[in-house]
């Protein structure tokens, strides 16, 4: 079983950064890729970025491609999500997941964080 915790949220400007970390504990973490989804008031929950077990591979979604980073360290169980340009619609709960498959898909993972509220004013 593999507990996460989400980190890093808040307000922002539009334009402006936030680093969302993810803990993990209760598994062995480079045996899981990580992601980061998010959901919008009255949106159904998407794909936002994805890192292998070793970090050697990552996938973004359109949207945020070149905005946003993902990056792992597994000697501390952390997955970290860099977001830079930070626009209003990027406004969401964002959520870190883990999966034993490589996958951008959200019914491919298993264990989620809690959520951390982002909020990007225009």
């Known amino acids: 079983q593999v507990q996460l915790a989400e980190s890093g949220g808040g307000l922002v400007q539009a334009g402006g950064s936030l680093r969302l970390s993810c803990a993990a504990s209760g598994g062995t973490f480079r045996n899981y890729a990580m992601g980061w989804f998010r959901q919008a008031p009255g949106k159904e929950r998407e794909f936002v970025a994805a890192i292998s077990g070793a970090g050697g591979t990552t996938h973004y979604a359109d949207s945020v491609k070149g905005r946003f980073t993902i990056s792992r360290d597994n000697t501390k169980n952390t997955v970290n999500l860099r977001m830079n340009s930070l626009k209003p619609e990027d406004t969401a709960v964002y959520y870190c997941?883990?999966?034993?498959?490589?996958?951008?898909?959200?019914?491919?993972?298993?264990?989620w964080g809690q959520g951390t509220q982002v909020t990007v004013s225009s």
């Open positions: 997941a883990a999966s034993s498959i490589w996958s951008e898909n959200r019914y491919d993972y298993a264990y």
